[in-house]
């Protein structure tokens, strides 16, 4: 037994007593006769002092205590003389009668605070001392909580947690396949699955009528910031069930979980149509947490001579409230930042609706006063908002004006991180068409079902026909998606057929989903969640590496184990592989 | 809403309601006027009813249906005329209105029976309805139960649940590692772990003092029976803990298993070192659900003029309980059984203590009636029962006979397959000398630390060197294992050293973990169950192959998906690799 508490556990009520400590030293400071050593656990802090006058020999070896040294100690908690209310254990200290050093330690190549020294590179390096800092522990425990509370919830709704392989075919879904070149079938490789979608449609075939699995996924990508090869999704399929079912259980799941993490309840998810979601906030996962909808103004604009909205395809505007407040220069900057490539507007016009009812615009020369007015009336702008609007090709602008709503919003402090506004975004299209290849892609993956009202829309218009599929949005990301899935063989077919794959192809990769639809398929459909992504956008941040305990760079390496590596030439001969 | 209820919930009290349905058809029967049909699902069987008479088309459809038909039925809940008292189902029957075909099925290719006339090829090759079976359906849900009460248990007793990366750094662990060639660093490979067990010491270095995973793990081995390449760990390891505090932790973790899933109280896990194990029961997993311990009768056998016996390193014994009644033709079956080449013996002498007090061997002309008498007294038989005896090497013979005590006990039906005892065997030895390469291999892993108390061993004599190592098995089988770890550098490259690693080569493979003991490490252990395997003792079978869903066949393929397979040349352009 080498404690008998943790650093996170002493109070008042405890005083008097005789305990056993272990931890870590976070700091010391000698205060004339006195020393002072924070001692560190995974529960938190605890103070311990040491006296020189009444025991200088212990005082001194207190002293000699190197920062990040794993010590034991024996000693009888008192009170604190100056209570620290900021410390959950602020009310005591513990006086030391005993020191033992389990474990020296160097000095550690950044400091083990909140806000460290470190730069990213170190850290990563030496990730089991980043580990050790408050913030990163708070997001690995936030993480176990939110596993946790996944699968009592799923549990208590009937759902088996069923483990599907992890060596299994490659094909191609989406993103590449890592693949793992088999030692004993010589030339052949298993792939990593980029999902368990079709084990888990499998699973529903054979009766298994809700599955759920915590699982790692593996995409080979080109890396991009906020991108790892490996992550982690909370994956769930049920059977005989419609869309509402679904929406209804985990809509129920992310009630479950924001209010076991943040004690937060939320009433009801509300759902809007993709469609919807593109008109009114020009992106299928809006923020919720503000209005500022997205409004078409061309009916008002278009028409007056004026070039740029004349000439436009569309024209769309964004009500800042407040915003005739801004100066020039904030205007300006704004104005900057749309023109930057990865947003593509050719530029920006504002009009501010003054307090005293004067409007003033960036195209007066355009627009005389009634026209502002109308502006005014067709936006909803109240005195002492100010519109803003782009023009120009369709899919750039409601791109632009989305991601300018969402900058407004950050600038003003609207995306209140203490806010969860999740929604369900649903009907999105089947099909994405991609102008250079004309070729249709799946727009969630080829085993979604289309919505049986756009059945004949297959045959004419593909790019019309709408899926059964949703997904769920929180706070402006997307944090999971799934579709209700085909289950009929020929209907499979036809959709593998409209995406390129011949018979042959489509016989090849996904033969045994195809035969096992002619073995009573039931009705199916489901859902994943990315679980890095929940705790990101729980914890408000953005990247999701703060929240996996061993990432990646952003070139695919583990530097701390400095992954990937060389193999041996024999490792390599026994694979029957040669690098180039 | 597909349904209403499911196959398995309505009994007498539901009478009367309107139901809707869905299912599997499982068969059905014509009896005159009316027709039968078992609807079945993930919950169970509900007989429907259908009437020639008062309703003859519904009649006809419901003749056409074929098995595995899925189907959905709007019926009444009636009584049954002959209660079934077998089925959970078994007062009522559902008097259908209406059904909707959901999905046809062909005739599937063995049938989906308990007992079914499908092969092992046949069955792995459409899994998916193989998972249709009860027995494999209530396997998966033991392992779902299983997986369940491990985690409820563990987080109640404060363990973060943290997952460690998949993709990882060769290292030379045992077995071969499965490899991950990597695009964007080419010619470089990842590995995939055959444990976390280096991630896991880390993140004791980070602090985490418990923490938990159920993990997928990867040998690529030569495959033999019952051995997968990927199988599922429940991984776990403690900080600031003895083996004392493992042990308590783990053993509470099964009994909680135990009693969640069988209902099975288990009051205390003996505890037995590894030299008493191999001693009394000749294997380090020693079946205690019967006794019939291993005897050494060096002492009454040796200096009788009996060659076998004088000439042999070691005589053993074994009481068969009930024996003296052993026909000639069951010794003689036993004879051969272990002159097999996997038990190695040279032979079998046998005494029966008979009712009536007379003794009778098979070597009366070596021993006479007072030898046999030393004989009976030595080995603590009674008048009834029968001693078993091998001779020959010492290594050869205390696994022989302590395979030979455990067919004995198959053969009388003695291993009780409603019993559990699980066993701690403890002390295990740090290293095996490996007599032909004259090198010491780490018995458990390389970082498993020695007992204090045999330090000194190491320089003089390390193969007599006990670890502070441990295993769990439970009815004969090792379902856990594990050790306090070594947490001091110098130490470390030391039992590297031993091991045959050079300073180079333990820098290159561990140096992370090397360098991570310099910066304050704690003392630390912990330990890893098979999942797989405690589901198949739980469940009394023998192969963990019938605990996972979509299990690899023995040469590793997954036939089903036809994994591994080749891949496209670009694919292998992409990687830098070509195959021989």
Redesign the interface.
Known sequence: ???TVNNGELSKKNIGQQVTM?G?VQKSRDLGGMTFVDL???YGITQLVFNMETNSELCEKARSLGR???I?IVGKVIERASINKEMKTGEIEVAVDQIII?????I?PFTIEDQTDGGDDLRMK????D??REPV?NN??L??EV??HT??YL?NQGF???????????TPEGA?????????????????PQSPQT?KQ??M?????KYYQIV?C?R?E??RADRQ??F?QIDCEMA???T??ILKTFEGLMKNILFETKGIKIDEVPRMTYADAIRDYGTDKPDLRFEMKIMNLESVCKGSGFNVFDSAETVLGVVVPGGAEFTRKQIDSLTDWVKRPQIGATGMIYCKFNEGGENKSSVDKFFDVSALKSWKEISGASDGDMLLILAGKKSVTINAIGNLRLEVAERLSLRDPNLYKPVWVTDFPLFEFDEETKTYHAMHHPFTSPNIDDMKLLETDPKMVRANAYDMALNGTEIGGGSIRI??KELQQKVFNLLGFSDEEAHEKFG?LME????????HGGIAFGLDRICAVIAGSDSIRDF???P?NN????V????????DND?LN???????
Chains 1, 2 share one sequence.
């Open positions: 037994m080498y404690r272990c870590w560190r656990d995974r990040e040294f794993v034991q389990l474990n020296k330690s160097k550690p030496y990730r089991y001392l580990l050790r522990k690995l425990i993480r176990s596993a946790f699968r009592t549990k088996l947690e069923i483990e599907t392989p992890v060596l299994i075919k490659s590449r396949d890592f693949v793992v070149p088999s030692r004993l079938n010589q030339g052949e490789f298993y792939a990593l084990f499998l699973l075939v054979s009766g298994y009528d790692k593996f080979d080109d890396f090869p490996e982690t005989f069930v419609e509402e079912d289950h009929n045994f096992a639809f002619e073995y009573g398929a039931p009705p996996i305990a061993f990646k070139s695919g390496r583990d701390m184990l400095d992954a990937p590596s060389k193999i490792q026994e694979l029957g592989l040669q690098t180039k």
